[in-house]
């Protein structure tokens, strides 16, 4: 009987499921995601799961930033300069091939740019890295191409480090195969299952080591680390702190995501400097780390890690002290300024690890000093009414629990939309800051890093700007099989050209 | 019974039509998908640009004018999320998980009629009482402890079987095994509680009085009159999976409509909502009807 039911129910399964085989080559490597890739255009790639398969593996930029030693190399362009106030020449690499068998050269880029700000299609490199000015390519000669700005981006080749190059012959509308000059192509997609990457043997560059890619998805993070941990998958790039247990795998890494409550400084009683500051004090940073943080986190004194240009070691986070903050609101109360006017925390559930715990400790401090507030977790698409312009003329104030990543190296990426008047996410209103701002974006050099260094020094003394609370860390999951250690760019991408194997 | 069939058509395709007319207007009172999927520091303009392309910035009857004049020549729209037809990436989905859905059903089938049958035979034995036990554990268990604790045990410390994905046979023992737990628990229940009445009735007895042995007594005499309340449970249980097993397929990383129901819902991608209703309401329509066309099967009183 029970041999009867076992062979009948798997020839019964046999029959009705298949079985393929499951096969690990010894350069080959899987890599367990946290979510499937929806789209796989190239200009999708500023998305961090899109970028993690595509960029620099299928597509390539003219130009790419290294954090580790905030350099910006050449890859399809081999130099750049300066023709003019807002031009810059780009003279670009000759004998490179897309996948397709194409030859790369000056009008792919112009075609690119003109792609990713094009009208007729939503790409977030576009609206990311090339919205609030003017941009437009032209091709000087096969392998030179002029790109001019307006008003002039002294960063212009930092930001062609986000630009993914496809051929010309590439149609406005999203691509579900993409094509791109780097040392891989797409072989494979079973959508909702995976996704291979191949590599190719007539690369411009040095060849990788790592032959196939395969990437699945898993969103359970224990389920990811376990897939590790069984050998099922080399690379889980992103695991929940409490699954990164294995000192032998399991590696803490910057993410560059910066945790912080946005104070909204229109409103009373949060356009009292004396109000902020109490905010400020009335928080003990340092009982999180190891606690509801992880033992990696790092202090913040900025919106940006500390690999940012313009970053002010100097700075120090404000200190744990509940008697000044009780004063400062008693001199504004004796002020007229409104202090007990309830003040929401405006959470997004599941933006980090222990969110709604770290909000409702918060919440306990700000109100142990004096402070009446209250707490709202809301889903992303409603959080991102409250984060985003236009805000509600009615709203009250508000403090609003968020999360920046700014991996690009220059706070060009951050300053503006968290901190100008009419900045996308900005609760400041300052118009001698906007003055600063736009003087550190016009600026290049040392100058340039010196006034960011200025203006982020003035948001975090002068002005209070936010209760800024920790640079974070991710976690990651990879085979004992592998050379990869990952860093502040796994968040976003994920080189298979920078693995190897033991 | 064409009649019968013809009326459960049209009563359906009425439901339906209230049941799209319902969703389409409550996911846009969700809210705004463009800020889901443009980046959290897009240009108002990027913003403008995206709801201009999409008809979002048109009034909500417009829209839905235009959802009812695509839907009457079959369009359902495209995906927001994947830039292609919604009814494509439902399909994908729904496919996943009717093989999903079928190979456990048959093996709930199976194993809870042979099981509770047997163990409504003599009820308050040995083997009635182990059989109730583990299925009202069964019944209870949560889905999500159920998976994880398979996975680590399993997977993990016996390396037995793979944690999750797809690909070879071995892929599905893990997920079936925990979808299987629940109904499995339920309907041996159902079997055995309705045998017990079945194997007390006059026409039973009179077999055995008879001399018919008890295998045909309780497969052939009493298995046929007992299933028709296990056969609607059967069915909502089949109904429940087809709907989309959705912690089963997140943690066993099956792509099937569940979790792609879930994901369109958190994403605003009204198109696939609405096309991954509309197939399942297709398919729990069918169900329904197979199973008042079993229970006239079954009962040759029960006339269409």
């Known amino acids: 009987m029970t041999c009867e039911l076992t062979c009948t129910t798997s020839l019964l399964l046999g029959a009705f499921l298949g079985t393929a085989a499951f096969a690990q080559d010894d350069n080959a490597v899987t890599i367990v995601l946290s979510e499937e890739l929806e789209l796989i255009d190239p200009c999708m790639a500023s998305q961090s799961?899109?970028?993690?398969?595509?960029?620099?593996?299928?597509?390539?930029?003219?130009?790419?930033?290294?954090?580790?030693?905030?350099?910006?190399?050449?890859?399809?362009?081999?130099?750049?300069?300066?023709?003019?106030?807002?031009?810059?020449?780009?003279k670009l690499r000759s004998g490179v091939s897309f996948s397709d068998g194409t030859p790369f050269g000056a009008s792919d880029v112009v075609h690119s740019l003109e792609r990713s700000i094009s009208d007729q299609i939503s790409c977030e490199i576009g609206g990311k890295y090339f919205g609030g000015f003017e941009i437009k390519a032209v091709a000087v000669d096969d392998t030179t191409v002029d790109i001019t700005s307006d008003p002039a981006q002294p960063i212009l080749p930092?930001?062609?480090?986000?630009?993914?190059?496809?051929?010309?012959?590439?149609?406005?509308?999203?691509?579900?195969?993409?094509?791109?000059?780097?040392?891989?192509?797409?072989?494979?997609?079973?959508?909702?299952?995976?996704?291979?990457?191949?590599?190719?043997?007539?690369?411009?560059?040095?060849?990788?080591?790592?032959?196939?890619?395969?990437?699945?998805?898993?969103?359970?993070s224990s389920v990811r680390a376990a897939m590790v941990e069984v050998g099922e998958a080399d690379i889980a790039p992103v695991i929940s702190e409490l699954e990164a247990t294995n000192p032998d795998t399991d590696f803490a890494y910057p993410n560059s995501e910066t945790t912080y409550l946005r104070l909204d400084?229109?409103?009373?009683?949060?356009?009292?400097?004396?109000?902020?500051?109490?905010?400020?004090?009335?928080?003990?940073?340092?009982?999180?780390?190891?606690?509801?943080?992880?033992?990696?986190?790092?202090?913040?004194t900025a919106v940006v890690p500390p690999s940012t240009a313009g970053y002010n070691a100097d700075l120090k986070p404000y200190a744990f002290d509940p008697d000044r903050a009780r004063e400062l609101l008693a001199e504004a109360k004796a002020?007229?300024?409104?202090?007990?006017?309830?003040?929401?925390?405006?959470?997004?559930?599941?933006?980090?690890?222990?969110?709604?715990?770290?909000?409702?400790?918060?919440?306990?401090?700000?109100?142990?000093?004096?402070?009446?507030?209250?707490?709202?977790?809301?889903?992303?698409?409603?959080?991102?009414?409250?984060?985003?312009?236009?805000?509600?003329?009615?709203?009250?104030?508000?403090?609003?629990?968020?999360?920046?990543?700014?991996?690009?190296?220059?706070?060009?990426?951050?300053?503006?939309?968290k901190y100008g008047t009419e900045g996308q996410q900005s609760g400041l209103v300052y118009p001698e800051l906007d003055?600063?701002?736009?003087?550190?974006?016009?600026?290049?050099?040392?100058?340039?890093?010196?006034?960011?260094?200025d203006a982020m020094t003035s948001i975090h003394e002068e002005h209070i700007g936010d209760v800024l609370l920790f640079h974070m860390v991710g976690f990651s999951r990879v085979s004992p099989r592998l050379d990869f250690k990952p860093t502040i760019a796994t968040n976003s991408e994920l080189q298979l050209s920078q693995i190897g194997f033991k | 019974m064409k009649k019968f069939i013809g009326q459960r058509a049209v009563a359906s395709a009425i439901s339906l039509v209230g049941l799209v007319i319902m969703v389409f207007f409550l996911s846009r009172l969700t809210g705004d998908p463009t800020d889901l999927y443009l980046p959290v520091d897009a240009s108002l303009q990027a913003r403008e640009q995206f709801r201009e392309l999409n008809g979002l910035n048109d009034p909500m009857m417009v829209q839905f004018g235009r959802y009812v004049a695509d839907l009457a020549v079959l369009d359902l729209g495209m995906s927001l999320r994947q830039a292609r037809p919604a009814i494509d990436v439902v399909l994908e989905g729904f496919a996943w998980t009717l093989r999903l859905a079928c190979?456990?059903?048959?093996?709930?089938?199976?194993?809870?009629?042979?099981?509770?049958?047997?163990?409504?035979?003599?009820?308050?034995?040995i083997f009635d009482r182990i059989a109730t036990f583990f299925s009202?554990?069964?019944?209870?268990?949560?889905?999500?402890?159920?998976?994880?604790?398979?996975?680590?045990?399993?997977?993990?410390?016996?390396?037995?079987?793979?944690?999750?994905?797809?690909?070879?046979?071995?892929?599905?023992?893990?997920?079936?095994s925990v979808l299987f737990i629940r109904p499995f628990g339920l309907i041996l229940q159902v079997v055995r509680g309705s045998m017990i009445g079945v194997l007390s009735s006059a026409y039973v007895k009179t077999a055995r009085a008879k001399g018919v042995r008890n295998r045909p007594i309780i497969f052939v005499h009493g298995l046929r009159n007992g299933m028709l309340p296990v056969i609607t449970v059967l069915g909502d249980q089949a109904a429940g999976i087809l709907n989309g097993a959705v912690i089963v397929e997140t943690i066993f990383g099956f792509p099937g409509i569940g979790k792609l129901m879930i994901d369109s819902i958190l994403q605003r991608d009204f198109n696939v909502v609405l096309a991954a209703i509309m197939v399942s309401a297709l398919a729990i329509f069918l169900m329904n009807l197979l199973i008042d066309l079993a229970y006239a099967l079954l009962d040759p009183r029960i006339r269409y």
Not at chain 1, 438 to 453: D, F, I, Q, Y
């Open chain 1, 49 to 90: 799961n899109i970028g993690r398969v595509l960029l620099q593996n299928i597509s390539e930029t003219l130009t790419v930033f290294q954090p580790s030693t905030a350099e910006l190399l050449p890859k399809l362009a081999e130099s750049w300069e300066e023709t003019e106030a807002g031009t810059w020449r780009f």
């Open chain 1, 158 to 220: 930092l930001l062609m480090s986000s630009l993914t190059i496809v051929p010309e012959e590439t149609p406005l509308e999203y691509v579900q195969t993409p094509v791109g000059t780097g040392p891989y192509e797409m072989t494979e997609r079973n959508m909702g299952t995976n996704i291979v990457l191949e590599r190719r043997e007539e690369y411009w560059g040095e060849m990788p080591a790592v032959a196939k890619a395969t990437y699945v998805f898993r969103s359970d």
């Open chain 1, 265 to 300: 400084h229109a409103t009373a009683p949060l356009n009292d400097r004396r109000v902020r500051e109490a905010l400020n004090l009335a928080v003990d940073r340092e009982a999180f780390i190891g606690t509801l943080m992880a033992l990696e986190a790092i202090l913040a």
């Open chain 1, 335 to 417: 002020d007229g300024v409104t202090v007990d006017t309830p003040i929401r925390i405006i959470g997004r559930i599941g933006l980090f690890p222990n969110d709604a715990e770290v909000l409702e400790a918060l919440m306990a401090m700000f109100q142990d000093v004096g402070f009446t507030v209250s707490l709202e977790m809301l889903e992303v698409g409603e959080y991102n009414s409250y984060y985003n312009r236009p805000f509600a003329e009615d709203r009250g104030p508000q403090m609003v629990s968020a999360q920046h990543d700014n991996a690009k190296g220059d706070p060009v990426f951050s300053m503006y939309f």
């Open chain 1, 435 to 453: 003055e600063m701002i736009a003087k550190a974006t016009a600026a290049t050099g040392e100058e340039r890093t010196a006034l960011w260094s």
């Open chain 2, 103 to 125: 190979v456990t059903m048959l093996l709930v089938t199976f194993f809870a009629i042979v099981i509770g049958s047997l163990a409504a035979f003599r009820v308050g034995g």
């Open chain 2, 136 to 176: 009202l554990i069964g019944a209870s268990a949560p889905d999500f402890w159920l998976a994880i604790v398979a996975i680590v045990v399993f997977a993990v410390n016996l390396r037995w079987l793979p944690t999750s994905g797809t690909g070879t046979i071995w892929h599905w023992v893990l997920p079936v």
